[in-house]
């Protein structure tokens, strides 16, 4: 049986968030009081982080399929304690096979069996199985210190014809994505491009 669907991070358009992150890093922080909306945002992520069911924070194992993977005893290429299953991709599908029977394993979503959670990702040929548990690092969100100094209003330039490139995504997964065009921030002589992942 398919969980309800997991409460989404606070949104954050991650083009925009890296980018962000990184003009930080070349600019000395001027402290003053962030705005009331953003600290919130802010707050929102660090709860996602800690307590959602498929935080980067509960994650218990992130391996390729290939040819199918064996879940299980010791012996299996993924041991985890209470769980006989095999995992495999067959066509565009993730397939879990278990006692119960088979089930697709979403991208957007999870299959539960016992404490754990499996979901998918990556392009085809290169998926990846991400399993999470019940259980949660402590991990603690940081930021950089509000700056009014360092917002900007840019326009957004698209190309004609947007391209799919392959990317990595902030978690480091493998992504296609469309590239949606690029900004000119005065603050640094370079261009940012920005792209949108395909789901």
Not at 56 to 74: D, E, K, M, Q, Y
Not at 103 to 128: E, H, K, N
Request: glycine content about 8%; charged content about 15%; aromatic content about 6%.
């Amino acid at each position: 049986m398919t969980p309800p669907p997991e409460p989404a991070p606070p949104p954050v358009w991650r083009g925009l968030l890296q980018a962000g992150l990184w003009l930080s890093a070349l600019v000395a922080p001027l402290h003053a009081q962030a705005p009331p909306e953003l600290t919130a945002s802010r707050q929102a992520f660090s709860e996602w982080l800690g307590h959602a069911p498929m935080s980067p924070s509960a994650i218990v194992a992130r391996t390729p399929i290939g040819n199918g993977l064996t879940i299980g005893p010791a012996s299996a290429d993924l041991p985890l304690d209470g769980v006989s299953a095999r995992v495999e991709v067959k066509g565009d599908r993730v397939v879990l096979t278990d006692s119960s029977g088979s089930r697709t394993v979403p991208a957007s979503g999870a299959v539960r069996i016992g404490p754990y959670l499996f979901s998918s990702a990556g392009p085809r040929g290169r998926t990846l199985l991400l399993v999470f548990g019940d259980t949660h690092r402590p991990v603690t969100a940081s930021w950089y210190a509000y700056s009014s100094a360092q917002i900007f209003t840019v326009d957004l330039r698209g190309p004609a014809t947007p391209p799919r490139r392959p990317r990595l995504d902030a978690d480091g997964i493998e992504v296609e994505a469309l590239e949606v065009g690029k900004v000119t921030v005065p603050l640094v002589i370079c261009n940012l491009r920005f792209s949108k992942v395909l789901t």
